[in-house]
């Protein structure tokens, strides 16, 4: 909500590169953890691990509203690669999940040896991501290009990013009053007020189901210790196909009622897990949670293009940090209200 708040103020490129920076040594510092305490418990390593994951959250603040405000003040379409990014790294994780369970399920330690591998990869890379943002990045054509039109239009968060390119003149970047001239954060919010409240209920929804509810629910299956697995897996699928399908043109929602009316619906699927999970089969809950991840994924790249259209760009970067803000508030809520599926469960607390 701060950075939100002061997102004009902020060097934007500095911004994106302490996030993934913190993002890789917060990868780093787990696996030193785990070395440094061969893998034991005890209140140190805990503490130690709680403030690693603290600094996760940092970093994702950092970087996610950093680069949503930087690719919507550029091109609203970009938004959809970055997001089918996010979901690939879903699916790449459980991907990585089922191949060191398959590698070391009948070995001792075999989860804490999975769990290092997929760390050292990890930290990989995110150091490459680093590399990238810092020298590539800048220097796209295409990025170049809207940055420079954003800069026309009065942003002064692309300051940093036009010298990284190597664009050393930059006189077109005036006080003019004419440029400076830009909607308030309180009057863009008003303006897409329903885009804010679906995005945060659609996280509500996803997060409130995935993945607490599909690791204490499941019941005894066939699949065994494998199936929340699968479950989790299918899910990260059925998101990074849903952030394609968009660029199908008569699947990408536009009408602001519409959209409202799909995210609205998507509550229903909380008596279908439910019910499911009481006497429904593995096969139904398996296409339960793909179409969760599915509407999830769908749904949110289409909220996030088309809500920064019509706007300047130094707007768009206002907008697109303010709707982070949303997409935030409804992930810490929809895991907070997680623990309401172990009501009526015996020994559950």
Aim: aromatic letters at 12%; one cysteine or more.
């Amino acid at each position: 909500m701060i950075l939100a708040y002061h997102e004009s103020k902020i060097n934007t490129r500095k911004r994106n590169m302490i996030g993934y920076i913190i993002f890789t040594i917060s990868t780093l510092l787990l696996i030193v953890l785990d070395l440094a305490t061969k893998g034991r418990g005890g209140i140190g390593p805990y503490l130690g691990l709680c403030t690693v994951v603290a600094s996760f959250g940092l970093a994702d603040a950092t970087v996610q509203g950093g680069m949503i405000g930087d690719l919507s003040l550029m091109c609203p379409e970009l938004i959809q690669s970055y997001m089918a990014g996010l979901g690939l790294a879903g699916a790449l994780t459980s991907a990585f999940r089922l191949m060191t369970k398959a590698a070391f399920e009948n070995s001792s330690d075999g989860l804490r040896k999975g769990a290092l591998i997929f760390l050292a990869i990890s930290t990989s890379i995110q150091f490459l991501c680093v590399m990238l943002y810092a020298y590539v990045f800048p220097k796209l054509p295409i990025v170049k290009y809207y940055r420079r039109k954003a800069a026309l239009e009065g942003s002064k968060t692309v300051t940093a990013d036009l010298a990284a390119a190597g664009i050393k003149n930059q006189s077109y970047l005036t006080d003019d009053a004419s440029n400076n001239q830009r909607l308030s954060k309180k009057e863009l919010l008003l303006q897409n007020i329903d885009h804010a409240v679906n995005l945060f209920l659609i996280y509500v929804l996803s997060l409130f189901i995935f993945p607490g509810f599909l690791y204490e629910n499941t019941g005894h299956h066939g699949l065994g210790s494998w199936y929340a697995l699968v479950l989790v897996a299918m899910y990260n699928c059925g998101n990074l196909i849903g952030r394609y399908t968009p660029l199908v043109k008569w699947l990408m929602f536009e009408n602001r009622k519409g959209l409202t009316v799909a995210v609205l619906s998507r509550f229903l699927l909380i008596p279908a897990f439910y019910f499911t999970a009481k006497s429904g089969d593995q096969g139904w809950m398996i296409m339960l949670v793909s179409f969760l991840g599915l509407t999830t994924g769908h749904l949110n790249v289409c909220i996030l293009i088309i809500a920064p259209k019509g706007y300047k760009g130094p707007e768009k970067n206002a907008l697109g940090n303010l709707l982070v803000v949303f997409v935030t508030g409804g992930i810490v809520v929809g895991t907070s209200l997680g623990w309401l599926w172990l009501i009526g469960k015996k020994n559950a607390f």
